[in-house]
């Protein structure tokens, strides 16, 4: 079975600052998709941004940015000049991508919460 | 266009009582997940249906769970005898044909009292 794992709980930054949160994962699978997800107060969960795992390049969408290294099964999302509507909780989610057994649904680790100071 | 519906948002349920939520997807999604997530932890999937067929129930707790989506649109999760330990926010999410990112709805709360 796969898991995800988020090792920090909670994380702040300063408005404008750069942030990284930090996600790893296991699995014996070697096609998958990634993702993160932010959940605000509201609990509206919303996609932040997503990779493919036979996909190189690193996936961007505006200040949102992911480092993903598939040999360390790690996934970070980097958040470029934080704003104050950037603080919520994220989460990070697996999907498998096999074509025999694999399910679509999504594996999510337990979240960090992110407090943008102003 | 719309997003996913769910209703009701908030639901108190007292020990014992059925209670039943429901989940209108993206007009045309094929694919319809639900997810349960506890205070402060991240949502656990439940079960999904492609259409109408419940592909995949592997997630549910008990048998005290059922869910349905019997014409392929609109699903209805269905606990029965609830208990305190089913008082959390349930999930709904779509998924259209050949996507394989997921839209949320705003949950429902339950809370068993």
């Known amino acids: 079975a796969q898991t995800v794992t988020q090792s920090q709980p909670e994380m702040s930054v300063q408005e404008a600052e750069t942030v990284t949160l930090s996600c790893t994962y296991d699995?014996?699978?070697?096609?998958?998709?990634l993702f993160w997800y932010k959940q605000p107060p509201s609990r509206q969960m919303i996609l932040v941004i997503r990779?493919?795992?036979?996909?190189?390049q690193n996936a961007t969408e505006n200040r949102f940015s992911v480092n993903f290294q598939k040999a360390a099964k790690s996934f970070s999302l980097k958040i470029s000049d934080s704003q104050l509507g950037d603080a919520a909780m994220y989460f990070c989610?697996?999907?498998?991508?096999?074509?025999?057994?694999?399910?679509?649904?999504?594996?999510f680790g337990k979240g960090t919460k992110l407090t943008v100071n102003p | 266009g719309a997003g996913v519906s769910q209703s009701p948002r908030y639901k108190v349920a007292k020990r014992g009582q059925d209670v039943a939520l429901r989940c209108d997807p993206i007009?045309?999604?094929?694919?319809l997940f639900w997810y349960q997530q506890a205070l402060g932890q991240g949502p656990e999937f439940l079960t999904y249906?492609?259409?109408?067929?419940?592909?995949?129930k592997s997630g549910l707790p008990s048998d005290r769970f059922f869910a349905e989506r019997p014409e392929g649109s609109v699903s209805t999760l269905k606990i029965q005898r609830t208990q305190q330990e089913d008082s959390a926010v349930y999930l709904c999410?779509?998924?259209?044909?050949?996507?394989?990112?997921?839209?949320f709805g705003p949950g429902t709360r339950l809370t068993v009292t």
């Open positions: 007009s045309g999604h094929v694919s």
């Open positions: 699995t014996s699978e070697s096609d998958y998709y």
């Open positions: 249906f492609q259409n109408e067929a419940q592909l995949d």
């Open positions: 989610a697996y999907r498998s991508a096999e074509w025999q057994g694999g399910s679509e649904k999504l594996v």
């Open positions: 999410a779509s998924s259209p044909r050949g996507r394989y990112e997921q839209y």
């Open positions: 990779q493919e795992a036979y996909k190189q």
